[in-house]
C-alpha cells in the first residue's frame, strides 16, 4: 500500500476490511514509576489518539525470537531487520505499523526487561535510558533509579579492573587495618563498600586461597574507620548521615571459628569481636550489642536464632554460603530472618550442583532478584540446564554480574608457583576385579527395575547407594559390608598408593591425602603404622584442628590424612607441595577445595596433584562427567560458556557398564 501510494494511487480502505492501518508516525516515549524501594514499573508508549499503547510486550517477543548471536553483533542486527515493522494491535483493533530501525540499539537491553523490574536491575535501566537517549526516544521519570543504575554499573568496573590492569586508583586499607592488601584484595575491598553504598548484598566467589577472608576483615575495618570519623563529626557538632552504629554478624561452619577469631585480632586487633561458641556462650548474650563482629556458627542457628535476631545489624555476613544452597534446610529458612542494612555472602563454590542453589543464595542477598522459585525454575533453571539456552544464560549471567565477585588464581595472582595435575591409573585385577563386576552387574538390574518402575525422580537413592558400592568396590573391598568382599584381601589403589608415598617421602616431599571414606582413611593409616612413618590425621571427629593444622606446617610429620568434607575449606597447609585424591568425586569444586589448601597465597613451591582413578570404571566415568558439571556452573560467570549438569537415564546408566580395559 505505501509503494501504491508513492506511485500516485489512490487507496480506499473499506471498513469491513479486518486489518484497519493506523495512518501516522506516533511519537515513542518511555516513562518509569517508582512502585517501592525495591520494585519499578517500566512502560515503552506511543500514544494514538491520546491513549497510550505500551510496545514493551510486542518488543520483547521479538527479541525471543532472535539468537543470541545476532542481538550481539549490531551489523547481523541491522541486516536481520532492516526495514521491519513492529505491527502494534490498537485498543479499537487498529494496526500501527512502527520501524523498528530507530529501536535497532536499544533491543539488546531489552530481552532482560519486564513491566515490574527489581531495584537491583537499575543498572539495565540505565543501559536502556542512554540507548533510548541515541534514538531519539524520551525518557519520562526514574531519574533515582538511573542514578542507582550508575553505582550498580559502577561494581561491574571494579570486577574489570582486576583483569585488564585499568583499575582506578585504589583507596588504601584503612589505619585500623594492620596488613598488607595486593591490588585484587583491594579491589575486593572497595567492591564490597560500593556494594555498601547501593544498599544491595553481593557475593565474593573468588577462588579458594585468594583471601576471601582478609578482603572481608579489611572492609569491616573500613566500616569501622568511617564510623569512627563519623562519631568525631558530631562530637565536633558537624552533622552527618551515617545511621546510629550498629554490630555485625558473622555466620561459619563450626571448624572455622577459632580461624576467623585469630585473623580478625591479627589484621583488626581494634575490633570487638564476640564468638558465641561453646555450652557457656549464653553468658554472653546480653553483649552482642556492644560489639563489632559477633561470630557464631550454622548448627547453633536454630538454638540461638531468637535470640542473635533480636538484635538488628549492620552487615550479616555466610561465610562458606554454600551451607545454606538447600532452599528447603532450616539454615537457608532461619537466615530470612534477620535483619540488616547488608547481605554478603563468601564462598568459592556459589554453585555446586544446579542453579537452585544459586537462587536459594540471592534469594537471601537480594530478595526478589531472580523471582520466587518456581518462576526462577521456568524462566531460567529450565532452559539452561534442559534446554542450553544461550539467551536465558546471558540474562541471568548480566543480571547478577554486578552483585558477583570472582576472580581465579590464573587470572589474578601471577607469583605462585605451578600446579601440575597428573591422573593415576590403577588397573583392577584378580579378586577385586571380580568384586567390582559381581556388585556392577547386581547395581546394574537393580537401578534399571528402579527406574522402569518409580522413573528418574524416584529412583535417587537406589541410584545413589549403587554408585556407593561401586566407589567403594574401587577403593577397597573392605569397605562393603558384603560376605562376598570380605574374602578379597588385596587392593590395587591401597597398593598402589603405598608404593607412591614411598616414593615420595624418600623425595622429602610433604603429602596430603583425601579421601571421602574415614574408614578408608583408617585402612591407610594401619599401612602407614605398619611402615613406621610419622603422620596426621583429620576427620569430622577431630577436636584440636588448629593444632595438627600447626603440626604439619611446623613440619612435626610429612604425611596429612585428610578426610574430604572435613578438610574442604578453613585449613592453610602451604607447607604441603603434593596433594593425591584417592577417590573422586562428582563435583569439581570439592576436589579444587582439597587442592586449594596447598595452592594458595603464601604457597612457594611448585604443587603436585594426583589424582587415583581405577581405570575403565564408574571413577573413569566419574571424571568425564566432572567436565560437564564444570562447564555450566562456568556459564554462571561467563556468558559464553554453556553446560549441562542434568543426568538422563542413559547416562546413569552408563556408569554400571562393564569395566573397559
Not at 531487520?81 to 520501524?99: F, H, M, V
Not at 611448585?606 to 564444570?630: C, D, N, S, W, Y
Amino acid at each position: 500500500v505505501p509503494q501504491l501510494r508513492s506511485q500516485g494511487w489512490k487507496v480506499i480502505i473499506d471498513e469491513a476490511w479486518p486489518c484497519q492501518l493506523f495512518d501516522g508516525e506516533p511519537e515513542i516515549h518511555a516513562r518509569v514509576a517508582d512502585q517501592d524501594n525495591d520494585w519499578f514499573s517500566l512502560a515503552l508508549n506511543f500514544e494514538v489518539d491520546g491513549k497510550p499503547f505500551d510496545l514493551l510486550p510486542a518488543l520483547a517477543s521479538l527479541v525471543d525470537s532472535l539468537d543470541e548471536q545476532t542481538l550481539e553483533d549490531d551489523e547481523r542486527l541491522q541486516k536481520e531487520l532492516a526495514g521491519q515493522r513492529l505491527n502494534a494491535r490498537l485498543a479499537d483493533g487498529r494496526y500501527a505499523r512502527l520501524p523498528i530501525d530507530t529501536l535497532l540499539p536499544a533491543l539488546r537491553f531489552i530481552r532482560d526487561l519486564s513491566h515490574k523490574m527489581h531495584a537491583a536491575q537499575a543498572g539495565t535501566l540505565r543501559d536502556l535510558a542512554e540507548a533510548l537517549a541515541g534514538c531519539g526516544v524520551a525518557f519520562d521519570g526514574g531519574d533515582r533509579l538511573i542514578e542507582l543504575g550508575q553505582r550498580i554499573s559502577q561494581l561491574a568496573k571494579h570486577h574489570q579492573a582486576a583483569f585488564k590492569g585499568t583499575e582506578p586508583p585504589l583507596p588504601p586499607p584503612p589505619q585500623n587495618f594492620t596488613g598488607d592488601l595486593r591490588p585484587y584484595q583491594t579491589t575486593g575491598m572497595a567492591w564490597m563498600q560500593a556494594l555498601a553504598d547501593t544498599g544491595f548484598g553481593g557475593v565474593l566467589a573468588d577462588d579458594m586461597g585468594l583471601g576471601k577472608t582478609v578482603q572481608t576483615l579489611a572492609f569491616l575495618a573500613l566500616r569501622l574507620h568511617q564510623q569512627a570519623q563519623n562519631q568525631y563529626q558530631k562530637k565536633e557538632g558537624r552533622p552527618t548521615e551515617d545511621p546510629p552504629r550498629l554490630p555485625c554478624l558473622l555466620v561459619v561452619p563450626t571448624s572455622l571459628v577459632s580461624n576467623w577469631r585469630r585473623e580478625a585480632a591479627r589484621f583488626v586487633p581494634s575490633m570487638r569481636v564476640l564468638a558465641l561458641h561453646g555450652p557457656d556462650r549464653k553468658d554472653d548474650f546480653d553483649a552482642i550489642g556492644d560489639q563489632d563482629l559477633v561470630i557464631t556458627t550454622y548448627p547453633l542457628l536454630h538454638r540461638d536464632h531468637k535470640v542473635l535476631f533480636d538484635q538488628a545489624y549492620d552487615i550479616v555476613i555466610l561465610d562458606e554460603a554454600q551451607n545454606v544452597k538447600n532452599p528447603t534446610s532450616r539454615a537457608a529458612k532461619l537466615i530470612r530472618e534477620v535483619s540488616a542494612r547488608q547481605r554478603l555472602a563468601l564462598t568459592g563454590t556459589p554453585m555446586e550442583n544446579n542453579l537452585e542453589e544459586l537462587w536459594c543464595l540471592f534469594d537471601w542477598l537480594i530478595p526478589g532478584l531472580l523471582g520466587n522459585r518456581k518462576s526462577f525454575n521456568e524462566t531460567f533453571r529450565k532452559p539452561i540446564e534442559r534446554d542450553k539456552n544461550l539467551g536465558r544464560q546471558v540474562v541471568l549471567s548480566k543480571r547478577i554480574a554486578p552483585f558477583l565477585m570472582r576472580r581465579t588464581k590464573d587470572q589474578v595472582v601471577t607469583d605462585l608457583p605451578p600446579r601440575t595435575e597428573m591422573v593415576e591409573n590403577v588397573q583392577l585385577a584378580g579378586g577385586q576385579r571380580a568384586l567390582y563386576e559381581t556388585v556392577r552387574a547386581t547395581m546394574h538390574e537393580r537401578v534399571r527395575e528402579a527406574l522402569s518402575k518409580k522413573g528418574l525422580a524416584s529412583s535417587k537413592i537406589t541410584v545413589l547407594d549403587a554408585l556407593l558400592k561401586l566407589r567403594q568396590a574401587c577403593c577397597d573391598p573392605q569397605l562393603l559390608k558384603l560376605d562376598s568382599a570380605k574374602k578379597v584381601t588385596t587392593s590395587a589403589k591401597r597398593s598402589r598408593l603405598m608404593e607412591m608415598l614411598e616414593s615420595l617421602l624418600a623425595e622429602g616431599r610433604r603429602v596430603l591425602v583425601f579421601s571421602q571414606f574415614v574408614e578408608m582413611l583408617k585402612l591407610i593409616e594401619s599401612d602407614i603404622k605398619a611402615q613406621g612413618w610419622d603422620y596426621l590425621m583429620l576427620t569430622g571427629q577431630t577436636k584440636n584442628r588448629g593444632d595438627l593444622v600447626d603440626a604439619f606446617q611446623a613440619g612435626k610429620a610429612p604425611l596429612f590424612l585428610i578426610s574430604l568434607k572435613a578438610g574442604g575449606v578453613g585449613l592453610n597447609l602451604t607447607a604441603a607441595d603434593t596433594v593425591i585424591l584417592y577417590d573422586p568425586w562428582w563435583n569439581p569444586a570439592i576436589e579444587r577445595q582439597a587442592m586449594d589448601r596447598v595452592h594458595r597465597i603464601g604457597q612457594d613451591k611448585p604443587v603436585f596433584v594426583h589424582r587415583l582413578i581405577a581405570e575403565g570404571t564408574v571413577e573413569t566415568r566419574i571424571a568425564e562427567m566432572q567436565a560437564r558439571k564444570q562447564a555450566l556452573m562456568d556459564s554462571v560467570f561467563d556468558p559464553e560458556a554453556t553446560g549441562n549438569m542434568d543426568m538422563s537415564e542413559e547416562e546413569i546408566m552408563s556408569l554400571f557398564a562393564p569395566i573397559q580395559d
